[in-house]
């Protein structure tokens, strides 16, 4: 079975610093990787995702993420974080059910604080 | 193109009661799936949906369950509600079957509350 740790859940950052959020996963196969975001009161937005190729991936809002397969890593990176960017962030794997379909498997989520 | 909505956004029952939650896709999705979002287990899968069939489901009790329609849209319903069903339940359409190459596209979710 497949799994996401993310070892940060609450993590403080200045506006304009730069961002890294921790993403570790466990799956036997090659894993499909996402990041997700969760404002306060919406639902969940797709920030970017990886299936195979280049290893650092682009995603909406200035975010990219970087899989590294030695580590069984899929960090969240950003530049220069916005207050806008204050949110709940989520990491998640799709593995193989039980039916032989996909399904997504979450991380308990990192919580983004952004102080002025 | 309308996002996913999902009715009523906030709802309060008590225990032993059971509620229905109401989802609709977005235009042309066939693949609803649900989630079950609480501050201890995270977000935890119940079960999807494709064409009024169940096509996957997680690992929760025979109380909670689910249906389709026609139109895709879906409706989860939580019988006999205990406290510890209080949760934000998120309700994700893709075109497809949920995976890896059929994004999901998320409701803003309905918070039930069981006193």
């Known amino acids: 079975a497949q799994s996401v740790t993310q070892p940060d859940i609450h993590i403080t950052v200045s506006e304009g610093a730069s961002l890294e959020l921790r993403c570790n996963y466990s799956?036997?196969?090659?894993?499909?990787l996402f990041w997700y975001v969760q404002s306060p009161g919406q639902g969940l937005q797709l920030l970017l995702k990886?299936?195979?190729?280049?290893?650092l991936v682009q995603g909406i809002k200035g975010f990219e993420a970087e899989f590294k397969r030695s580590q069984s890593s899929f960090n969240l990176r950003k530049p220069s974080v916005h207050w806008s960017d204050a949110a709940e962030y989520f990491c998640?794997?799709?593995?193989?059910?039980?039916?032989?379909?996909?399904?997504?498997?979450f991380g308990t989520g990192t919580r983004l604080t952004i102080i002025p | 193109k309308a996002g996913v909505t999902q009715t009523p956004r906030y709802l309060i029952k008590t225990r032993g009661q059971q509620v229905t939650l109401s989802c609709s896709p977005i235009?042309?999705?066939?693949?609803v799936s649900w989630y079950q979002q609480t501050p201890g287990q995270g977000l935890q899968f119940l079960f999807e949906?494709?064409?009024?069939?169940?096509?996957n489901k997680g690992n929760f009790p025979g109380r909670f369950s689910g249906r389709q329609f026609s139109n895709s849209r879906s409706e989860m319903n939580v019988s006999t509600l205990e406290l510890g069903d209080s949760a934000l339940y998120l309700c994700?359409?893709?075109?497809?079957?949920?995976?890896?190459?059929?994004?999901?596209?998320f409701g803003p979710g309905t918070r039930l509350t069981v006193l």
């Open positions: 949906y494709f064409s009024e069939t169940q096509r």
């Open positions: 998640a794997v799709v593995g193989v059910a039980n039916f032989g379909n996909e399904k997504l498997t």
């Open positions: 994700a359409s893709s075109w497809g079957l949920a995976g890896a190459y059929n994004e999901q596209f």
């Open positions: 235009s042309g999705h066939r693949s």
């Open positions: 799956y036997g196969a090659t894993p499909y």
């Open positions: 990886y299936f195979s190729g280049d290893t």
